[in-house]
């Protein structure tokens, strides 16, 4: 015998909804359980209460199976047989089973009709299922829990902040421990700001107040600052209707436009600081010059819009008094260093001053022709290169001796005019000889002075007892002499001091505006990028030109060549340091110092 139950439900206008369900098998399961057969949501019901199936002779028969009667045709039982047809009506809790034969389509099929007919659990008739199952009468009301949630909320995160933050001391002394204002983080100090998480009022002063940046100064007190506030704002522009809008809300609570956390962002976690975006550069740099009158050209991302590079370049005017002007590498400029210097002829492989590197040989720090790590040392950064001297890195070749006392070589004061000429009349004063290495126009071959040839002529002046200081000092300052020919000499007309050397001005930085770093570059040779091969005049700027750089560089989201941010190369606080990205020499100058000692004694041992 199969079974059809049909479930009856009515809409809240009056409409009966009936789900009719077919079950081909014996015996069905009746409770509230929603496994059951027949579900009936009451909690008057058992899980299973009852099962109704099928008997012999085409009757059927409901039994209890959780103790609890129901009622048959109005009878209380436990246990009720009874004919399909007519059928029977049973209640159980809240609920009227109604039991007939199928007819039609449904004859010889027993159908079950479930309708709620009284209210659940005896409650009012009004009440749902949902409510009578919901917790809605033993806890307060919606809106009240709703305010009491706001109100804890505030009490937590906000009352509770403010009271920590005006009990604890305003210094580093208060105790390592969680602390309400620590809810208002959003995360962990930078690296440089690591010394700082126990003592958040060093930067939020106030409470409830953005940070100022007096509190970032209290503590970078050298730091300029970018700009006139004015002046910042106007090469903004137009800030637009939103970012108006937040600017305008920004200045109810004090908060201006171009404060230090603008491009600073903290607690983005226990790394370095980020570095400034290049948008915060481009956005008024990108075409600044249409919104101010400036000096400054426009620069953009850098391996598609960024101007050529302008070193700062030495010149000297009628008076003789020297001025510094940026100058376009485009205008391939010339510096007035006050030396002369060829490049090409001391880095030539085959000419006589690679010959007398190799003759020197490796036991006086060469050995072979010279390149440019024999004169440029690197400084203790290793970003750098420290100045160059005279004697270690030249002495080897250009000797300044002019006399022997014993084993001891006396030479000429380098760098200093008046030094050399009371010398050499010193020299002669004393009745010495005219010295082979002071005399004529010729300029002498480089080379230690002490040589057997030079020895030999020397004892013989000696003997003869002959000198003259006037002429040992003009050809010492004249061309051939060992001034002249690296030296920019004039005559003074007078007496004492007659000759005069301009004075040697190396620029150790071009770049003032931006910053290079040599040890990134380490891969490199120095002729890659500094076209010196070619040079024959020390008032050559051999810088390399931007399009050499963006053969490697490209701009902060490159992808084939290296991205190469505004805060690579230029700092937002101009001063002599490098940006910060840059600035981590401290560990990596010790390893250079082992590179800079072992270079020194290279050069020293050629002296």
């Known amino acids: 015998m199969s079974f059809i139950v049909r479930t009856v439900a009515r809409t809240a206008d009056g409409r009966d909804i009936v789900r009719p369900k077919s079950f081909d098998k014996a015996e069905l399961s009746i409770g509230r359980s929603p496994s059951s057969d027949i579900h009936l949501p009451d909690l008057a019901v058992a899980l299973n209460h009852a099962v109704i199936r099928s008997a012999a002779g085409g009757a059927v028969e409901i039994v209890a199976t959780a103790g609890m009667p129901f009622l048959v045709d109005g009878k209380s039982t436990e246990h009720e047989r009874f004919s399909a047809s007519p059928g029977a009506n049973i209640r159980i809790g809240s609920h009227s089973l109604s039991v007939e034969p199928g007819e039609g389509d449904e004859k010889g099929a027993v159908v079950i009709t479930v309708e709620r007919v009284g209210a659940i659990s005896n409650a009012s008739e009004e009440k749902e299922e949902a409510r009578v199952f919901s917790l809605a009468s033993v806890l307060p009301g919606r809106r009240i829990m709703a305010w009491a949630g706001v109100l804890l909320v505030l009490a937590i995160f906000l009352a509770w902040p403010l009271v920590s933050i005006h009990t604890q001391p305003t210094d580093n002394s208060r105790k390592v421990a969680f602390h309400a204002d620590e809810l208002w983080t959003s995360g962990k100090l930078s690296q440089v700001h690591r010394s700082l998480e126990n003592n958040c009022q060093a930067c939020h002063v106030k409470a409830g107040e953005a940070v100022r940046d007096t509190a970032c100064v209290a503590c970078h007190t050298k730091v300029h600052d970018h700009a006139d506030k004015a002046k910042l704002l106007e090469a903004k522009g137009s800030p637009g209707i939103i970012d108006g809008t937040k600017q305008f809300v920004g200045g109810i609570f004090g908060i201006q436009p171009g404060r230090c956390v603008e491009c600073?962002?903290?607690?983005?976690?226990?790394?370095?600081?980020?570095?400034?975006?290049?948008?915060?550069?481009?956005?008024?740099?990108?075409?600044?010059?249409?919104?101010?009158?400036?000096?400054?050209?426009?620069?953009?991302?850098?391996?598609?819009?960024?101007?050529?590079?302008?070193?700062?370049?030495?010149?000297?005017?009628?008076?003789?008094?020297?001025?510094?002007?940026?100058?376009?590498?485009?205008?391939?400029?010339?510096?007035?260093?006050?030396?002369?210097?060829?490049?090409?002829?001391?880095?030539?492989?085959?000419?006589?001053?690679?010959?007398?590197?190799?003759?020197?040989?490796?036991?006086?720090?060469?050995?072979?022709?010279?390149?440019?790590?024999?004169?440029?040392?690197?400084?203790?950064?290793?970003?750098?290169?420290?100045?160059?001297?005279?004697?270690?890195?030249?002495?080897?070749?250009?000797?300044?001796?002019?006399?022997?006392?014993?084993?001891?070589?006396?030479?000429?004061?380098?760098?200093?005019?008046?030094?050399?000429?009371?010398?050499?009349?010193?020299?002669?004063?004393?009745?010495?000889?005219?010295?082979?290495?002071?005399?004529?126009?010729?300029?002498?071959?480089?080379?230690?002075?002490?040589?057997?040839?030079?020895?030999?002529?020397?004892?013989?002046?000696?003997?003869?007892?002959?000198?003259?200081?006037?002429?040992?000092?003009?050809?010492?300052?004249?061309?051939?002499?060992?001034?002249?020919?690296?030296?920019?000499?004039?005559?003074?007309?007078?007496?004492?001091?007659?000759?005069?050397?301009?004075?040697?001005?190396?620029?150790?930085?071009?770049?003032?505006?931006?910053?290079?770093?040599?040890?990134?570059?380490?891969?490199?040779?120095?002729?890659?990028?500094?076209?010196?091969?070619?040079?024959?005049?020390?008032?050559?700027?051999?810088?390399?030109?931007?399009?050499?750089?963006?053969?490697?560089?490209?701009?902060?989201?490159?992808?084939?060549?290296?991205?190469?941010?505004?805060?690579?190369?230029?700092?937002?606080?101009?001063?002599?340091?490098?940006?910060l990205m840059v600035r981590d020499n401290r560990a990596r100058g010790k390893a250079v110092e082992h590179i800079q000692e072992k270079a020194l004694k290279k050069a020293g041992a050629g002296v």
Not at 413 to 433: C, E, K, L, W
């Open 264 to 579: 600073h962002t903290e607690h983005q976690g226990q790394t370095a600081m980020p570095v400034t975006d290049e948008r915060f550069c481009t956005n008024c740099h990108g075409d600044m010059s249409k919104r101010i009158d400036t000096a400054l050209k426009d620069a953009d991302d850098f391996g598609d819009h960024h101007p050529q590079f302008e070193p700062t370049i030495r010149f000297v005017g009628e008076n003789g008094l020297p001025s510094f002007r940026r100058v376009s590498l485009d205008a391939n400029p010339k510096e007035d260093n006050g030396l002369k210097f060829p490049h090409d002829l001391h880095l030539s492989t085959t000419n006589g001053v690679a010959q007398m590197a190799k003759t020197l040989g490796k036991a006086e720090g060469y050995g072979a022709p010279l390149d440019c790590a024999n004169c440029h040392i690197r400084d203790a950064t290793g970003s750098s290169f420290v100045a160059v001297k005279m004697e270690p890195a030249c002495g080897a070749c250009h000797s300044l001796a002019f006399d022997q006392v014993g084993g001891t070589i006396r030479t000429l004061r380098h760098g200093d005019p008046a030094q050399v000429v009371a010398d050499i009349r010193a020299f002669y004063r004393a009745g010495a000889p005219r010295n082979p290495a002071l005399q004529g126009m010729d300029r002498r071959r480089p080379g230690d002075f002490a040589s057997a040839a030079q020895r030999a002529s020397f004892a013989q002046t000696s003997a003869m007892h002959i000198g003259n200081a006037d002429q040992a000092i003009r050809a010492v300052f004249s061309k051939g002499g060992a001034c002249f020919d690296c030296h920019t000499v004039r005559a003074t007309g007078n007496p004492t001091t007659p000759f005069a050397v301009t004075p040697v001005a190396l620029s150790r930085r071009y770049m003032m505006k931006g910053w290079f770093d040599h040890a990134s570059h380490d891969t490199e040779s120095c002729a890659s990028c500094h076209a010196v091969k070619g040079s024959k005049l020390s008032s050559d700027v051999n810088l390399p030109k931007l399009a050499k750089c963006q053969e490697c560089h490209g701009g902060q989201d490159a992808h084939k060549e290296v991205p190469s941010a505004c805060a690579m190369c230029h700092d937002y606080h101009r001063n002599d340091f490098a940006p």
